[in-house]
């Protein structure tokens, strides 16, 4: 189903951080979102997963969005003391899916026995992924998949996710490694202090790291080196 972002926005006491957001997320594409440190990606995201409260409507077309909705966080977090295992099948039981053996699941070849708390960035951004594929969701909101991934399983990701797009998930991506949004995204945002500054289809992506060059980069650099 389709989910739609209608006059989104959030603020923090005097702070707004986002502004008037207005998205249309289809089924079976790939969206991104990108903009600098601070921008807003993040709290966008928690925003749609229900992990923020927020001004506007988030519209999703089936069953209750909180109920289909997979949230990777940039860095998630773990109950101290739970493997891997315990963590997978945490997750699955919140959903009621029954798995019998997870080391057939454990795509990333993950040390399931060993407490979460001894992974390193990138295996706890795998082992949550891991578990955000194993609910069966039908909306994949992915904060930074790439980000601290070794360079085999950034090119396991990209297949996961055409295989989401095959399946007809809705799919929403940030990262700021733009080559990646550009192999794998059919449209993308470039959100610029808490707007979106602009929006575009794939033969299109150029112009947003086009117009994010052209923000002040270039000054920046002459100023840093003398």
Known sequence: MSLIIKSLS???IDNKVLNDINLHFKQGEISGIVGENGA??????????GLEDYNGSVIYKGEILKNTVGFLATNPDFISKI??????QLLCNARDIKIKDFDEK???DLP?????ETYSTGMKKKLALTGVLLQNNEVFILDEPFNGVDIHSNIIIKEILEKLKELNKTII???HIFSALNETCDNLHYLKNGTIAKSVNKNEFYLIENEMKN???KSR???LII
């Open 10 to 12: 959030k603020s923090y």
């Open 40 to 49: 807003g990606k993040t709290t966008i995201f928690k925003c749609i997963a």
């Open 83 to 88: 493997t891997g295992k315990e963590y997978l």
């Open 106 to 108: 454990n795509i990333f």
């Open 112 to 116: 399931l026995k060993q407490y979460c």
């Open 173 to 175: 991506i940030s990262s």
């Open 215 to 217: 923000s002040g980069i």
């Open 221 to 223: 650099i002459d100023n």
